[in-house]
């Protein structure tokens, strides 16, 4: 089992739409858990970090469920800027140490 | 404020032959870490660095791999004799304490 298993996407959808990306971990001990977007060959860019109370940053709320062990990151009223590859990643060490990343699901968003 | 660059951007080099990545962090911070990415397969740590001592090099594939850190200032990334299965994009990232990870924008090495 992977450590980080997300949704393998692609999603196609028109501009205004509400996606929903599902992450789940198989490490018990992770501490950490972040949303990294990636551009097109363009490095990971931290978007959020999740905690465990949920939390949102303007059209962007984030959840986790320790006890699933799972983490998803909604998105409302898309925006063409927002195609992007968002990558899960969770750390068992509580910082930036040794980052287990998911593969991604591609985003696109359509006029 | 400049952020983390890596150096070259892309490098085409054939089997067998040795290529150096090097990352530059950005000033200060004293954690700089190592991932790559190979087609198809999700981001993978490689090692970390605090200021110039390895903390983990737990992710290196293999002996083929040197991680260097001189002065706790740039880091650079030998693989040699590089093999056909090495090609993939190679990030630095680098972090001031337990705080937020900036990622260069990759290496993109191709083995032929």
């Known amino acids: 089992r992977k450590e980080v298993e997300q949704d393998p996407g692609p999603f196609n959808v028109p501009e205004g739409a509400t996606v929903a990306f599902n992450c789940t971990y198989s490490?018990?001990?992770?501490?950490?858990f972040f949303w990294y977007r990636q551009d097109c060959r363009k490095e990971p860019k931290l978007l959020m970090s999740?905690?465990?109370s949920g939390n949102e940053d303007g059209r962007f709320t984030a959840q986790l469920n320790r006890a699933s062990q799972y983490i998803s990151l909604l998105i409302r009223d898309s925006k063409l800027s927002d195609s992007a590859t968002y990558l899960c990643?969770?750390?068992?060490?509580?910082?930036?140490?040794?980052?287990?990343f998911g593969k991604g699901t591609l985003l696109t968003v359509n006029p | 404020e400049a952020g983390v660059t890596q150096f070259p951007s892309h490098s085409v080099i054939e089997k067998g032959q040795t290529v150096t990545l090097r990352c530059d962090p950005i000033?200060?911070?004293?954690?700089l870490y190592w991932y790559r990415r190979v087609m198809g397969k999700e981001i993978k740590f490689l090692l970390h660095?605090?200021?110039?001592?390895?903390?983990?090099e737990s992710g290196m594939p293999n002996n083929r791999f040197l991680a260097e850190r001189t002065g706790g200032t740039y880091s650079t990334l030998k693989v040699q004799p590089a093999e056909l299965e090495d090609s993939g994009v190679y990030f630095c990232?680098?972090?001031?304490?337990?705080?937020?990870?900036?990622f260069g924008q990759g290496t993109r090495l191709t083995v032929v």
């Open positions: 660095f605090v200021k110039e001592s390895k903390q983990d």
């Open positions: 999740v905690y465990s």
């Open positions: 490490n018990s001990a992770s501490q950490s």
């Open positions: 990643v969770v750390n068992p060490w509580g910082s930036n140490y040794k980052l287990t």
């Open positions: 990232a680098s972090s001031q304490g337990a705080g937020k990870a900036f």
């Open positions: 000033s200060g911070h004293d954690n």
